[in-house]
């Protein structure tokens, strides 16, 4: 079966030092793989996508991403975090029917 | 900037009522999704359409929920009759067809609370 897994429900991070999200795939054939994030009581916001193209991928405020197929991994990542930051991400994958399937979460703390 | 369109807000309803929640997609986009999210998971997919047609709905309790598209622009979701695990927050998507531009616009959802 085709999923993605973001293996840390929680992560903890102080202001102003790098951030990792992690996101593993296991999707067939050539992924289309996307980060969004969530603020509280809100729909979720589009931050960056993979399609083809150059591995690393930037996004909205700041965000990147890597795509990495020999480790199936797409972890979003930023240099610099901001306690704004702090937020629900969610990774999701997409098939050739449009589809679109999200991960369980990760929660973003960012301390001041 | 243009916006997913949901309503209501927010949705309080006894169990066994009917619930009806109503979404309007980003004008020109084709796909719109409705997804399930329970308070500290991911959004679980229920129906998706591609213009009016459904494209998938194999997570949708169709003995209760029901979702309709009927001139493939807004769409409407149904639960009846609702029960206490309905509770959550239900989102509505739209994308574009085009392979490119693929990703997924959400509206600011509604929250049911199912007493």
């Known amino acids: 079966a085709q999923s993605v897994a973001q293996p840390e429900d929680q992560v903890n991070v102080a202001e102003g030092n790098p951030l990792t999200v992690k996101c593993t795939y296991s999707?067939?054939?050539?992924?289309?793989l996307f980060w969004y994030v969530q603020y509280p009581n809100r729909g979720l916001q589009f931050l960056l996508k993979y399609i083809t193209g150059d591995n690393l991928v930037k996004g909205s405020y700041g965000f990147e991403a890597e795509f990495n197929k020999s480790q199936t991994s797409f972890h979003l990542k930023k240099p610099s975090a901001l306690v704004s930051d702090s937020a629900l991400y969610f990774c999701?994958?997409?098939?050739?029917?449009?589809?679109?399937?999200f991960g369980t979460g990760t929660r973003l703390t960012v301390i001041p | 900037e243009a916006e997913v369109a949901q309503s209501p807000r927010y949705k309080i309803t006894e169990k066994s009522q009917a619930v009806a929640f109503w979404c309007d997609p980003i004008?020109?986009?084709?796909?719109l999704y409705w997804y399930r999210q329970i308070l500290g998971q991911g959004p679980e997919l229920l129906v998706q359409f591609q213009d009016e047609s459904v494209v998938d709905d194999s997570q949708l309790p169709k003995d209760r929920f029901s979702a309709e598209r009927l001139k493939g622009v807004d769409s409407t979701l149904k639960i009846q009759p609702a029960e206490l695990g309905d509770s959550a927050m239900y989102l509505c998507a739209s994308s574009s067809w085009d392979p490119i531009n693929t990703e997924a616009f959400f509206g600011q959802g509604t929250r049911l609370t199912v007493v």
């Open positions: 004008s020109g986009h084709a796909t």
């Open positions: 999707v067939s054939g050539n992924p289309y």
């Open positions: 999701a994958y997409q098939t050739g029917a449009n589809n679109l399937f």
